[in-house]
T-cell receptor
Framework: DTGVSQNPRHKITKRGQNVTFRCDPI?????LYWYRQTLGQGPEFLTY????????KSRLLSDRFSAERPKGSFSTLEIQRTEQGDSAMYLC??????????????FGPGTRLTVT | AQKVTQAQTEISVVEKEDVTLDCVYE???????LFWYKQPPSGELVFLIR??????QNEISGRYSWNFQKSTSSFNFTITASQVVDSAVYFC????????????FGTGTRLTVIP
């Protein structure tokens, strides 16, 4: 079983630019989550997918953020017109959906975004 | 509403000492799940344990043990005979049965084990 992978691992961008991150979940996991973690804090929920459907978005996800999961496999998170406040670690996690759940989420290594 | 509180921001212990990390949670759901994750300096969150709200049995896994007490809404984590490799930030988290089933994390406890 390969784990959750994320690309790129680091991204430095100038304010106002668009960025896109990719997450490849564990292959048999049908749930995929995006979180954001800032320094000294725990991760905060952004959005999640069950298969290809995006079922919930947090208030943290402004209209500059969009996420997709075409065909229920990998997912992308795009941030348009980046702001310095977007600087954070963006984490992706995946989990199974079975009776008796929800089950533990397995996290990728994250993408660290720095907006200058 | 839900909340996870980890009152200990940082703890330092000398190698081989035992250490307990505290976690107190709040939720309105009657069915919920509690988790501990470890975030070593490399940054990747590592799953340690999952506990559901109807199972108050304590659990031991090697040097790790967890004490779940519903009466005090606590889910504490003890490391016995700590080692330098245990140095990390430890997060307690909660998932409600209803809703997105997303993790609500505490702010974490940074554990430093001094050789």
């Amino acid at each position: 079983d390969t784990g959750v992978s994320q690309n790129p691992r680091h991204k430095i961008t100038k304010r106002g630019q668009n960025v896109t991150f990719r997450c490849d979940p564990i292959s048999e996991h049908n749930r995929l989550y995006w979180y954001r973690q800032t320094l000294g804090q725990g991760p905060e929920f952004l959005t999640y997918f069950q298969n290809e459907a995006q079922l919930e978005k947090s208030r943290l996800l402004s209209d500059r953020f969009s996420a997709e999961r075409p065909k229920g496999s990998f997912s992308t998170l795009e941030i348009q017109r980046t702001e310095q406040g977007d600087s954070a670690m963006y984490l992706c996690a995946s989990s199974r959906l079975l009776a008796g759940g929800p089950y533990e989420q397995y996290f990728g290594p994250g993408t660290r975004l720095t907006v200058t | 509403a839900q909340k996870v509180t980890q009152a200990q921001t940082e703890i330092s212990v000398v190698e081989k000492e035992d250490v307990t990390l505290d976690c107190v949670y709040e939720t309105r759901d009657t069915t919920y799940y509690l988790f501990w994750y470890k975030q070593p300096p490399s940054g990747e969150l590592v799953f340690l344990i999952r506990r559901n709200s109807f199972d108050e049995q304590n659990e031991i896994s090697g040097r790790y043990s967890w004490n779940f007490q519903k009466s005090t809404s606590s889910f504490n984590f003890t490391i016995t005979a700590s080692q330098v490799v245990d140095s990390a930030v430890y997060f307690c988290a909660l998932i409600n049965q209803t809703g997105a089933n997303n993790l609500f994390f505490g702010t974490g406890t940074r554990l430093t084990v001094i050789p």
